[in-house]
């Protein structure tokens, strides 16, 4: 790639709508870079597109991805969550291979293909559809809660928020109570 002689200082990397793939090593040991943004027209991901970004933790992969080519993520090693806008793309060999121990795939309720090897190797977790929306917000004493009305399985899921201090230079701005460090 042009940029390749820079690698130890791409920090973030957007690839913008109208781009249908990203090349084979176009990001090859950008040992720096932490941000990818993947534009929705993206099909393919080519081979090592992204090995050894061995400090990016998170990416998003949009729907329209249909193909991740040989390692292109391998020795990604800081890798954890990889989110797939829609169906599982085909994958070539070792994509993830070489990586951080523990790798979720992240992939929205009624998308398919991920219930088959080779995801079925991986920490799967199906998220649902829509706005997660806070309806009593947590304290330093009392739990709250927030919900989502899922679009795609219709049901309303409700997950409990934890009490917790909210501090500000060691003191709680609700109850005053003074932070502990160890």
Request: glycine fraction near 8%; charge should be negative; hydrophobic fraction near 35%.
């Amino acid at each position: 790639s042009p940029w390749y002689s820079q690698r130890t200082a791409v920090k973030a990397v957007v690839i913008e709508n109208g781009v249908t793939s990203i090349g084979d090593r176009a990001f090859y040991n950008c040992t720096a870079l932490t941000d990818v943004t993947i534009g929705s027209d993206v099909l393919t991901i080519g081979t090592y597109a992204f090995r050894g970004c061995t400090v990016l933790t998170a990416v998003t992969i949009p729907g329209s991805v249909t193909e991740l080519k040989d390692s292109a993520f391998r020795a990604c090693t800081a890798l954890t969550v990889v989110t797939f806008g829609g169906n599982a793309p085909t994958m070539g060999s070792y994509v993830f291979n070489d990586g951080a121990e523990s790798l979720t795939i992240r992939y929205y309720e009624g998308r398919t293909g991920y219930d088959v090897s080779p995801w079925v190797g991986y920490t799967l977790s199906a998220q649902h559809v829509g706005q997660w929306i806070v309806d009593i917000e947590p304290t330093c004493t009392t739990e709250g809660s927030r919900y989502i009305d899922c679009t795609y399985c219709q049901t309303r899921i409700t997950e409990t928020l934890p009490a917790e201090h909210t501090y500000a230079n060691g003191i709680c701005t609700v109850c005053s109570d003074v932070e502990v460090l160890y």
